[in-house]
């Protein structure tokens, strides 16, 4: 280990001194290598509708706007059209730069190519004259345009920052030296500002900035320091780390001298552009690599002993910061990209970081896209949406401007797929194509549209990498949903997306317990959702906080008042008021959630206690929600909160779409399409059901800022002030015309450690009171439970228990112990259709046969030596004789019989060859489906 050690330390000083084997000289590098330039070409032709009707028609009006705004007659326009701000601009110059050095390369007319990058040149050295000057702040209240200190590193950088650098590099040879100094000398001064501005500030102790690369310490020693190393998951931080990582590959080491020659050596941070490269590979992409990677792998690449809580923590698919700044994931990608077509990732120099690039998070994000949007598309719910076309609604999280999937996706995407046709993983690039063509904003009936019309929001990156996806030659209208399985789960935010099948009429259950470190992740832990038949029934009330309305009430899960805290942050006003979770890391710690997937079921459970309370809070003891979905339309959610003193608000929260018709302790809602949801509260047996929202004429005035197209209205809320509660709510939804079920309680009579309920005598659910409480239990049912669905929720995980049961004169008694029986699943959930193993049988007990299947006719003639039974359908018969203490003695298969009455001589059934078998017995005639009893006497 330690020679190995030295080895990679000894490749690293070497890659330090000099250029490393592997690393392009060429240009362009960038995304776009040399070698692709006539693959590229080959697909810029006419009969390539991707170009005929999405980029020439970009083209032209990108060309249109640089001749009548940019620069009229030739001349800068005054006022100029772009102001230079640091967030949107209509017209902003380094997209339309980008745009242009593209088209410098893929274009098949030489012409062509030198006009591109002319009209590139010109607006990159716009702007670069300008910010080289040195940071100005705002003058009379105004901005000065491209020269304050967040130019480089806040919205607009974000949104844009990637032009820069790979403007460089696609036009490299049409730069002089003077303006590559230009150029790089005001890089230099963006990349210093970097690691000092939001959300690096949150990181700023981390010894990266000093020298330390490639190193455990970059991960934290404390656990603040661990939680402040979450920010690595921040969308700022991976723009950050994308835009510095194009703008220091760009530069040939020829047009890289020191700024500092007399005093620095060149690579000497800051000093040069390339000086950023052993940073960002040792510090930045090393950071990233322990937040993103699964937690083994990172454990054992990085060597680490000792729980770190920042390692993982986004592993998983799913990006943390939710449905809006979930693209930023791509920005992570759109950075090894770069490295990969530059020639850095090779491990064996750059370290295990470099292995991200080939991380099976990259899998999980597309299969966790294609769980997260909705079964079909539609059009919007208001029509002054429609528009855009069609759109994919979807499982969404996190602040939210829009309610749909939205363009802005392909550059996740897309720089996917560039590297999957680099390295010929066709499985994975056809899956992309499809998402590209089929899910975003229009779906495909906007495809090309989506490439050509992009100079609203000069969304020049998403027409290229339109472009460099999709070979004319290929087909990718192949739906891969249907490849993966119905269910998702990312253990490390505690998101759950389960479905019954892929097709438009599945039932989805989504579920959410996320971690609240860094921004936009705001009161959701514990919430669940549930879609039907094209339609929500109920889901969270999407929408952008302003960090103070980011409460529970606005999602399906628990407000819990905590003790008063007095000179709370601003943003934590409302999270004291309102009973939240303390967001944006303050507090207590993470949740803990674990589920697993039946084929009739799906089980979540969640501890939820920390996130209740901050370092100033202390009141809560505990919280935790269990969610039982019986597929596919029953969700049974069952919830415990204690805290040290009563008097306190507990409120269980529910969005709705429609109204809802309330009565007592039930509720329902019809749908848009006549489906019911209707919902029932069990516990708190005394509770209130009201509905509550907060606006007066219109949804959309609701304080929470509601996202775009946004259908949620309305809330059902439970409350109680009790110390120690259990909320219990049941959920049901039909079709049109379907009926509200019944439910009967069931408690255990051992301190009542277990309580549910029988739904229309069919199948029962329980959960535990408290979550160590999964030994020994019994309970009362008024039913025989032979052929009753069982979920018992909450017991030791992968453990066998014995259920048995024994009719005592009025109720059958169920037992469920410790013993070899039926085996509870990976969360405990003990599941099964006619679950107990073992019967002790009565002879007072009552046939209790409803179904008239099979029925035996003579069962209270206990002496006759005949058995009269009749069947409503033909089939096979078979007979069973029990002691009473339960212990069967005799089972024969009787043979195959038809419909109507017959007679069984139990003499013909006792043959000589039989140990011969006196006393007291109980009969039993089956089906395989139906049962019947007969008392007998031998």
Same mark, same amino acid.
């Given at each position: 280990?330690?020679?190995?050690?030295?080895?990679?330390?000894?490749l690293?000083?070497?890659?330090?001194?000099?250029?490393?084997?592997?690393?392009?000289?060429?240009?362009?590098?960038?995304w776009?290598r040399?070698?692709?330039?006539?693959?590229?070409?080959?697909?810029?032709?006419?009969?390539?509708?991707?170009?005929?009707?999405?980029?020439?028609?970009?083209?032209?009006?990108?060309?249109?706007?640089?001749?009548?705004?940019?620069?009229?007659?030739?001349?800068?326009?005054?006022?100029?059209?772009?102001?230079?701000?640091?967030?949107?601009?209509?017209?902003?110059?380094?997209?339309?730069?980008?745009f242009?050095?593209?088209?410098?390369?893929?274009?098949?007319?030489?012409?062509?190519?030198?006009?591109?990058?002319?009209r590139?040149k010109?607006?990159?050295?716009?702007?670069?004259?300008?910010?080289v000057?040195?940071?100005?702040?705002?003058?009379?209240g105004?901005?000065?345009p491209?020269?304050?200190?967040?130019?480089?590193?806040?919205?607009?950088?974000?949104?844009?920052?990637?032009?820069?650098?790979?403007?460089?590099?696609?036009?490299?040879s049409y730069?002089?030296?003077?303006?590559?100094?230009?150029?790089?000398?005001?890089?230099?001064?963006?990349?210093?500002?970097?690691?000092? *501005?939001?959300? $690096?500030?949150?990181?700023?102790?981390?010894?990266?900035? #000093?020298?330390? +690369?490639?190193?455990? @310490? %970059?991960? !934290?020693?404390?656990?603040d320091?661990q939680?402040?190393?979450?920010w690595?998951?921040?969308?700022?931080?991976?723009?950050?780390?994308?835009?510095?990582?194009?703008?220091?590959?760009?530069?040939?080491?020829?047009?890289?001298?020191?700024?500092?020659?007399?005093?620095?050596?060149v690579?000497?941070?800051?000093?040069?552009?390339?000086?950023w490269?052993?940073?960002?590979?040792?510090?930045?992409?090393?950071?990233?690599?322990?937040?993103?990677?699964?937690?083994?792998?990172?454990y054992?690449?990085?060597?680490?002993?000792?729980?770190?809580?920042?390692?993982?923590?986004?592993?998983?698919?799913?990006?943390?910061?939710?449905?809006?700044?979930?693209? *930023?994931?791509g $920005?992570?990608f759109?950075?090894?990209?770069a490295?990969? #077509?530059?020639g +850095?990732?090779?491990? @064996? %120099?750059? !370290?295990?970081?470099?292995k991200?690039?080939?991380?099976?998070?990259?899998?999980?994000?597309?299969?966790?896209?294609?769980?997260t949007?909705?079964?079909?598309?539609?059009?919007?719910?208001y029509?002054?949406?429609?528009?855009?076309?069609k759109?994919?609604?979807?499982?969404?999280?996190?602040?939210?401007?829009?309610?749909w999937?939205?363009?802005?996706?392909?550059?996740?995407?897309?720089?996917?797929?560039?590297?999957?046709?680099?390295?010929?993983?066709?499985?994975?690039?056809?899956?992309?194509?499809?998402i590209?063509k089929?899910?975003?904003?229009?779906?495909?009936?906007?495809?090309?549209?989506?490439?050509?019309?992009?100079?609203?929001?000069?969304?020049?990156?998403?027409?290229?990498?339109?472009?460099?996806m999709?070979d004319?030659?290929?087909?990718?209208?192949?739906?891969?949903?249907?490849?993966?399985?119905?269910?998702?789960?990312?253990?490390?935010?505690?998101?759950?997306?389960?479905?019954?099948?892929?097709?438009?009429?599945?039932?989805w259950?989504?579920?959410?317990?996320?971690?609240?470190?860094?921004?936009?992740?705001?009161?959701?832990?514990?919430?669940?959702?549930?879609?039907r038949k094209?339609?929500?029934?109920?889901?969270?009330?999407?929408?952008?906080?302003?960090?103070?309305?980011?409460?529970?009430?606005?999602?399906?899960?628990?407000?819990?008042?905590?003790?008063?805290?007095?000179?709370?942050?601003w943003?934590?006003?409302?999270?004291?008021?309102?009973?939240?979770?303390?967001?944006?890391?303050?507090s207590n710690?993470?949740?803990?959630?674990i589920?697993?997937?039946?084929?009739?079921?799906t089980?979540?459970?969640?501890?939820?206690?920390?996130?209740?309370?901050?370092?100033?809070?202390?009141?809560?003891?505990?919280?935790?929600?269990?969610?039982?979905?019986?597929?596919p339309?029953?969700?049974?959610?069952?919830?415990?909160?204690?805290?040290?003193?009563?008097?306190?608000?507990?409120?269980?929260?529910?969005?709705l779409?429609?109204?809802?018709?309330?009565?007592e302790?039930?509720?329902?809602?019809?749908?848009?399409?006549?489906?019911?949801?209707?919902?029932?509260?069990?516990?708190?047996?005394?509770?209130?059901?009201?509905?509550?929202?907060?606006?007066?004429?219109?949804?959309?005035?609701?304080y929470?800022?509601?996202?775009?197209?946004?259908?949620?209205?309305?809330?059902?809320?439970?409350?109680d002030?009790?110390?120690?509660?259990?909320?219990?709510?049941?959920?049901?939804?039909?079709d049109?015309?379907?009926?509200a079920?019944?439910?009967?309680?069931?408690?255990?009579?051992?301190?009542?450690?277990?309580?549910?309920?029988?739904?229309?005598k069919?199948?029962?659910?329980?959960?535990?009171?408290?979550?160590?409480?999964?030994?020994?239990?019994?309970?009362?049912l008024?039913?025989?439970?032979?052929?009753i669905?069982?979920?018992?929720?909450?017991?030791k995980?992968?453990?066998?228990?014995?259920?048995n049961?024994?009719?005592?004169?009025?109720?059958?008694?169920?037992?469920?112990?410790?013993?070899?029986?039926?085996?509870?699943?990976?969360?405990?959930?003990?599941s099964?259709?006619?679950?107990?193993?073992?019967?002790k049988?009565?002879?007072?007990e009552?046939?209790?046969?409803?179904?008239?299947?099979?029925?035996?006719?003579?069962?209270?003639d206990?002496?006759?030596n005949s058995?009269?039974?009749?069947?409503?359908?033909?089939?096979?018969?078979?007979?069973?004789?029990?002691?009473?203490i339960?212990?069967?003695?005799m089972?024969?298969q009787?043979?195959?019989?038809?419909?109507?009455?017959h007679?069984?001589?139990?003499?013909?059934l006792?043959?000589?060859?039989?140990?011969?078998?006196f006393?007291?017995?109980?009969?039993?005639?089956?089906?395989?489906?139906d049962?019947?009893?007969?008392?007998v006497?031998?």
């Amino acid at each position: 280990m330690i020679m190995v050690k030295f080895l990679h330390l000894y490749l690293v000083s070497l890659f330090c001194l000099s250029v490393s084997f592997g690393q392009s000289t060429e240009h362009p590098r960038l995304w776009i290598r040399k070698a692709d330039l006539p693959r590229l070409r080959s697909w810029a032709i006419m009969a390539n509708p991707v170009w005929a009707k999405g980029i020439i028609p970009a083209a032209q009006q990108a060309k249109q706007n640089y001749d009548g705004i940019f620069f009229p007659g030739g001349n800068p326009a005054t006022p100029f059209p772009d102001k230079g701000s640091i967030n949107f601009e209509l017209y902003d110059c380094e997209a339309y730069a980008q745009f242009f050095a593209f088209m410098s390369l893929v274009d098949n007319d030489p012409k062509n190519r030198d006009d591109y990058a002319a009209r590139a040149k010109r607006l990159l050295l716009y702007v670069c004259n300008e910010a080289v000057k040195g940071v100005a702040e705002n003058v009379n209240g105004l901005e000065v345009p491209f020269r304050s200190r967040m130019f480089g590193n806040f919205n607009r950088a974000n949104y844009w920052g990637e032009a820069f650098g790979l403007t460089v590099d696609w036009i490299y040879s049409y730069l002089d030296s003077n303006e590559k100094d230009l150029i790089r000398r005001t890089f230099l001064l963006w990349s210093s500002q970097m690691p000092t *501005s939001y959300p $690096m500030s949150v990181l700023r102790w981390f010894p990266m900035m #000093t020298g330390t +690369y490639d190193n455990p @310490s %970059l991960l !934290g020693k404390t656990p603040d320091a661990q939680y402040s190393l979450r920010w690595v998951a921040n969308n700022y931080y991976s723009g950050h780390a994308r835009n510095m990582t194009l703008m220091a590959l760009a530069f040939d080491e020829a047009d890289d001298p020191p700024l500092d020659q007399a005093a620095a050596p060149v690579l000497k941070l800051g000093n040069s552009m390339r000086s950023w490269v052993r940073n960002l590979l040792g510090g930045w992409l090393y950071q990233q690599y322990a937040v993103f990677e699964d937690s083994a792998k990172v454990y054992q690449d990085y060597n680490l002993n000792g729980k770190n809580l920042a390692v993982g923590v986004a592993s998983g698919g799913i990006p943390v910061e939710g449905s809006l700044y979930g693209f *930023s994931v791509g $920005m992570i990608f759109q950075e090894l990209l770069a490295f990969y #077509t530059a020639g +850095y990732l090779d491990s @064996s %120099l750059y !370290g295990p970081q470099t292995k991200l690039i080939n991380s099976s998070f990259w899998d999980k994000y597309i299969e966790g896209f294609l769980h997260t949007i909705a079964p079909l598309s539609k059009m919007p719910n208001y029509k002054s949406y429609n528009y855009m076309g069609k759109i994919y609604e979807m499982a969404a999280f996190g602040d939210l401007l829009r309610f749909w999937v939205t363009p802005e996706d392909i550059t996740s995407f897309g720089p996917i797929a560039a590297y999957d046709i680099i390295t010929n993983n066709q499985e994975r690039l056809n899956k992309i194509r499809w998402i590209g063509k089929y899910t975003l904003q229009g779906c495909e009936g906007k495809f090309l549209d989506r490439v050509s019309n992009i100079w609203g929001n000069c969304n020049a990156t998403n027409a290229i990498f339109y472009f460099m996806m999709y070979d004319p030659a290929t087909n990718s209208d192949t739906d891969p949903r249907s490849d993966y399985p119905t269910d998702f789960f990312q253990k490390p935010i505690g998101r759950v997306l389960s479905r019954t099948d892929w097709s438009p009429d599945a039932a989805w259950f989504t579920y959410l317990a996320n971690w609240q470190t860094i921004n936009h992740q705001n009161s959701t832990a514990g919430q669940f959702e549930f879609y039907r038949k094209g339609e929500w029934l109920t889901k969270e009330w999407s929408g952008y906080g302003n960090n103070a309305m980011e409460t529970p009430e606005m999602f399906n899960t628990l407000s819990i008042k905590n003790e008063h805290v007095k000179n709370v942050n601003w943003f934590e006003s409302s999270t004291d008021s309102l009973g939240g979770q303390w967001t944006n890391g303050m507090s207590n710690g993470d949740p803990y959630t674990i589920a697993s997937f039946g084929t009739n079921y799906t089980n979540v459970q969640s501890d939820l206690t920390q996130l209740y309370n901050s370092r100033n809070a202390q009141d809560l003891q505990h919280a935790s929600r269990s969610i039982v979905w019986v597929k596919p339309d029953n969700l049974f959610i069952y919830d415990r909160i204690k805290t040290k003193v009563s008097g306190r608000f507990k409120r269980f929260n529910m969005v709705l779409t429609e109204l809802p018709e309330i009565n007592e302790k039930n509720a329902s809602i019809t749908t848009a399409k006549g489906q019911k949801l209707y919902y029932q509260n069990i516990f708190p047996e005394n509770a209130v059901v009201t509905e509550r929202h907060n606006w007066l004429t219109d949804p959309f005035d609701e304080y929470h800022n509601i996202g775009e197209d946004e259908i949620c209205k309305y809330r059902i809320v439970v409350e109680d002030t009790a110390a120690d509660m259990r909320f219990f709510n049941c959920l049901q939804s039909t079709d049109a015309g379907g009926i509200a079920p019944h439910y009967d309680i069931i408690k255990s009579s051992n301190f009542s450690n277990f309580e549910g309920i029988l739904v229309d005598k069919k199948y029962i659910v329980l959960f535990p009171r408290y979550l160590d409480d999964n030994g020994d239990f019994e309970f009362l049912l008024s039913l025989r439970p032979d052929n009753i669905l069982f979920y018992i929720a909450g017991m030791k995980p992968n453990t066998p228990y014995l259920v048995n049961y024994i009719y005592d004169g009025l109720n059958y008694r169920v037992n469920v112990k410790f013993g070899a029986g039926i085996v509870s699943d990976s969360t405990g959930l003990l599941s099964g259709q006619g679950i107990p193993q073992k019967r002790k049988v009565d002879v007072n007990e009552p046939s209790d046969n409803n179904s008239a299947n099979i029925k035996i006719l003579n069962e209270t003639d206990y002496y006759s030596n005949s058995v009269i039974f009749e069947i409503s359908g033909s089939s096979e018969i078979s007979c069973s004789l029990y002691d009473l203490i339960g212990n069967k003695v005799m089972n024969k298969q009787l043979g195959f019989f038809n419909k109507g009455s017959h007679t069984i001589e139990l003499s013909e059934l006792m043959k000589p060859t039989d140990n011969p078998i006196f006393g007291f017995f109980i009969f039993k005639l089956s089906n395989g489906k139906d049962v019947d009893f007969k008392r007998v006497i031998q």
